[in-house]
């Protein structure tokens, strides 16, 4: 079984600063993608960052500039420090990590983290 555990959600002022931390834990192979999700109230999930395990960075554009996705492969973690926080930034923040369970095959599956919730006030 895989886990995925989020630290570092909270409550925030406009312009404020968080650091979002995953750890991923349990059997498996490797990891290849990490990344960043959010959902709000209302709306779907969607992607805030992802990072390849090779380094390689993809952020929203509502976030770019703002927000930075780093990884340490040895450690099995991703983190999101995120700056000049908006109010629209307000949302559970899930991580994601694309894992491969044994060294043959080639399958990687999706695992999700339980949430953190971030929220900006004005």
């Not at 491969?100 to 929220?119: D, E």
Request: with cysteine; glycine share 10%; hydrophobic share 35%.
């Amino acid at each position: 079984q895989v886990h995925l555990v989020e630290s570092g959600g909270g409550l925030v002022q406009a312009g404020g600063s968080l650091r979002l931390s995953c750890a991923a834990s349990g059997s498996f192979f490797s990891i290849n993608n990490m990344g960043w999700y959010r959902q709000a109230p209302g709306k779907q999930r969607e992607l805030v960052a992802k990072i390849t395990r090779n380094g390689n960075t993809n952020l929203a554009d509502s976030v770019k500039g703002r927000c930075t996705i780093s990884r340490d492969n040895a450690k099995n973690t991703v983190s999101l420090q995120m700056s000049s926080l908006k109010p629209e930034d307000t949302a559970v923040y899930y991580c994601n990590a694309d894992v491969k369970l044994a060294s043959y095959g080639i399958t990687y599956l999706p695992y999700w983290g339980q949430g953190t919730q971030v929220t900006v006030s004005s």
